[in-house]
C-alpha cells in the first residue's frame, strides 16, 4: 500500500491509509526544532507549539503531506485569482514539504483552468474554454514592453506583472529578450526566459524558448546565440534556446493597404502531467502526422466594410483602437483537439490597441502566456514592411 | 427504559464516554466498530495525546449542536469553538482525522486556511506553525524569485 498523491474530494482519508500514515508518524525520528523567537509585544501570531510536541511526530511541523494536502486545497480552491493567490506561493516558500504540497496541488486542480499561479505557469497552456485577459503596455522610451494579467475589466488597470521583453538591434537583426524581471533583460540573467528574433524585412519571425519544449530537444545554434555564464539554478537543464516556433508575414499585393497575411507554427505545450491518473486523454493526444504539440495558425481575414469604408473584425469589446497591428488567430492544427483539427471559428489569440500604449492580449488553450505574448510582439516588429 | 442507545467510548487516558449513539455514529471510525462489533463499543484509542479526551467530547458536542440550533448561532458558535491556539488545532485536526469526522474535519481546515491567509508573508507563517526554513542554499535563490513573483 503506497501514499496516495492525489487529493480525493471527500476530507477524510481512508481508515488504511491513515493508520499507516500514523505508523509512519511514529517511525520518524523527529529532530529537536529551534523555536524562532516570538514577538512578545503582539498577540498576533498564537504561540507556537511546544518542543516536546515534536518527539511524538505530532505537530504542524511534522505533518504528513496527505493531511497538509487537506489543508493547502482549501487555501488553494479558495484564493482562485490574483492578488489572492499570492497566498498559495507564499504557502510554497514556507519549507519544503509545504512547497511540495502546494505544487502537487496546483498541478492538479482544476485541469484546463490555464490558472497562472508560479512563474512556471506562463509555459502551461491558457484556459481551455475561455480566454484569460492581459494588457501589453508599451514603453517606447526604452523599447520596452509589459505583460499584465488583467485583474478588472478596465483596461487603464494594470493587473499582476507577467514578462517584460526589451527590443535590441544587431546590425539588421533585431532580436526582443524576454525576462520574468521587468528591470533585468539580458539572456545572462537569471530571469531569461526567452526571446523572438526577427529576419531584416521584419517578415519572419523565431521565438525561442530558454527551456526544452520536450524531453530529447536539441538546443538551436542561431547565429545570435552567445555563449553566457549560466547561474541556473537546476544545473541538469541544458542552457541555450530552443526553437519554439516561427511567425511569418505575408502582404496582401493585390490591395495596397490591405491587411497582412499571418502564419504561426508553434510547438504548444502539452498539459503537466497530473497526479490523478484519470485525465481527459484526448487533450493528451499527439495530432496524427505533426509533430508533438505543433500548432498551426493563421489570423481572421476581417472583412471589408463597404459603408464604414474599412477592414473589420469582431473584437468584441476587447480592441477599441483601429489599427493594422491588430489580429485575430485560429488553428488549422491544434494539438489539444481530437485528430489535431483545429477549429477556424474559435479565436485562440487576439490583441489589439485600445490606447496610444496599451493593447489587449487575450489567450486561451493550447497557447501559453509565453507564446502568446511573443507572437503578440511579431505585431510590433513588422513596421518596417507595412503599406 | 433508554429513549436512545448509548455507546460506550473509552479514550487513551482510560476516560470513558457515554454519547448517543446518532452522534457517536457521525465519527466514521466509531461507526465501522460498532456494526463490527456491537452497539456498545469499545474504542482504544492508542495513539492519540492525553488531551483527546477533552478533544473526543468537544467533537461530540460540537456534533450535537450542529443538530440542535439555527445557522446564524451555529457559525457564531463554529467561530467560538475554534478560537483555540494552534496547539490545541492540531490536536483537533488529528482528532478529527483520525475519527473521520467529517463536519469537524471541514471546520478545522477552514480555520487553519484562515491563518495562513492572515500571515500574509512567510516567515510569520513558519513562526505560527513552528516551522523551521528547510530550503537547501540552491533552493533559496528560486525562493527569492518566487518572492518578487510574488508582488502584483
Given amino acids: 500500500m503506497s501514499f496516495s498523491s492525489s487529493f480525493r474530494k471527500s476530507s477524510c482519508l481512508s481508515r488504511r491509509s491513515r493508520s499507516l500514515a500514523k505508523t509512519a508518524a511514529l517511525a520518524t525520528v ?20 511546544p518542543a516536546e510536541a515534536e518527539e ?30 499570492q497566498n498559495v ?19 492538479a486542480s482544476s485541469p484546463g483552468s490555464g490558472k497562472i499561479t508560479f512563474p512556471s505557469c506562463l509555459k502551461q497552456p491558457g484556459p481551455s474554454d475561455f480566454p484569460n485577459h492581459c494588457i501589453i503596455k508599451r514603453c517606447k522610451k ?5 505583460l499584465f494579467l488583467s485583474l478588472t475589466p478596465s483596461f487603464t488597470d494594470k493587473g499582476k506583472f507577467l514578462l517584460a521583453a526589451r527590443r535590441y538591434r544587431h546590425g ?28 531584416f524585412l521584419g517578415t519572419n519571425f523565431t521565438i525561442y524558448d530558454s527551456q526544452p519544449p520536450h524531453s530529447g530537444a536539441k538546443p538551436s545554434s542561431s547565429r545570435t546565440s552567445r555563449r553566457f555564464a549560466s547561474k541556473r539554478i537546476s544545473p541538469q537543464v541544458p542552457a541555450g534556446n530552443f526553437e519554439v516556433g516561427k511567425v511569418s508575414y505575408k502582404f496582401n499585393l493585390l490591395k495596397s493597404r490591405g491587411p497582412r497575411r499571418m502564419v504561426c507554427s508553434v510547438k504548444c505545450p502539452l498539459p503537466e502531467e497530473r497526479a490523478d491518473k484519470h485525465l481527459d486523454d484526448s487533450k493528451a493526444k499527439i495530432a496524427e502526422g505533426a509533430a508533438p504539440g505543433l500548432a498551426i495558425l493563421k489570423n481572421k481575414a476581417p472583412r471589408w466594410h463597404e459603408h464604414l469604408q474599412c477592414w473589420c473584425l469582431n473584437f468584441h469589446g476587447r480592441v477599441t483602437v483601429a489599427s493594422v497591428k491588430n489580429f485575430q488567430l485560429a488553428a488549422t492544427v491544434d494539438p489539444s483537439q481530437p485528430g489535431g483539427k483545429g477549429d477556424e471559428e474559435k479565436v485562440l489569440l487576439q490583441f489589439g490597441k485600445v490606447g496610444d ?31 | 427504559m433508554l429513549l436512545s442507545k448509548n455507546s460506550a467510548l473509552e479514550s487513551k487516558d482510560n476516560e470513558i464516554f457515554e454519547v448517543e449513539e446518532s452522534i457517536a455514529i457521525q465519527s466514521e471510525l466509531i461507526k465501522t466498530m460498532t456494526t463490527m462489533v456491537n452497539s456498545k463499543a469499545y474504542v482504544n484509542e492508542r495513539n492519540q495525546m492525553v488531551p483527546e479526551a477533552r478533544c473526543r467530547k468537544q467533537a461530540n458536542y460540537h456534533v450535537e449542536q450542529n443538530n440542535k440550533i439555527v445557522d446564524e448561532e451555529l457559525s457564531d458558535w463554529e467561530s467560538k469553538f475554534f478560537e ?12 478529527a482525522n483520525y475519527l473521520e469526522i467529517e463536519s469537524l474535519l471541514n471546520g478545522v481546515t477552514k480555520r487553519v486556511g484562515d491563518f495562513i491567509k492572515a500571515c500574509k508573508n512567510v516567515e510569520v507563517i513558519r513562526q505560527t506553525f513552528g516551522i523551521n526554513n528547510d530550503f537547501a542554499a540552491q533552493q533559496e535563490e528560486e525562493i527569492r524569485k518566487l518572492n518578487s513573483w510574488n508582488h502584483i
Fill in chain 1, 89 to 107: 506561493v507564499t504557502c510554497a516558500c514556507v519549507c519544503k514539504k509545504w512547497r511540495e504540497a502546494m505544487r502537487e496541488i496546483v498541478r
Fill in chain 1, 30 to 49: 523527529s529532530p529537536t526544532v529551534n523555536q524562532p523567537e516570538i514577538s512578545s509585544s503582539s498577540s498576533w501570531p498564537p504561540p507556537s507549539p
Fill in chain 2, 84 to 95: 483555540v491556539d494552534m496547539d490545541d488545532l492540531h490536536e483537533l485536526f488529528m482528532a
Fill in chain 1, 357 to 387: 500604449d496599451t493593447f489587449t492580449m487575450d489567450y486561451r488553450s493550447p497557447l501559453s502566456p509565453y507564446l502568446a505574448f511573443a507572437i503578440c510582439l511579431t505585431s510590433f516588429g513588422t513596421k518596417l514592411a507595412c503599406e
Fill in chain 1, 142 to 146: 526604452n523599447s520596452t514592453f509589459y
Fill in chain 1, 56 to 85: 511524538e511526530g505530532q505537530s504542524w511541523s511534522t505533518m504528513l503531506p496527505e493531511l497538509l494536502g487537506e489543508i493547502m486545497e482549501r487555501v488553494e480552491a479558495s484564493e482562485d485569482q490574483w492578488p489572492q493567490r
Fill in chain 1, 172 to 199: 539588421a537583426h533585431i532580436e526582443y529578450i524576454i525576462s520574468l524581471d521587468a528591470d533585468d533583460l539580458s539572456q545572462s540573467s537569471n530571469a531569461y526566459v526567452g526571446k523572438l528574433s526577427s529576419d
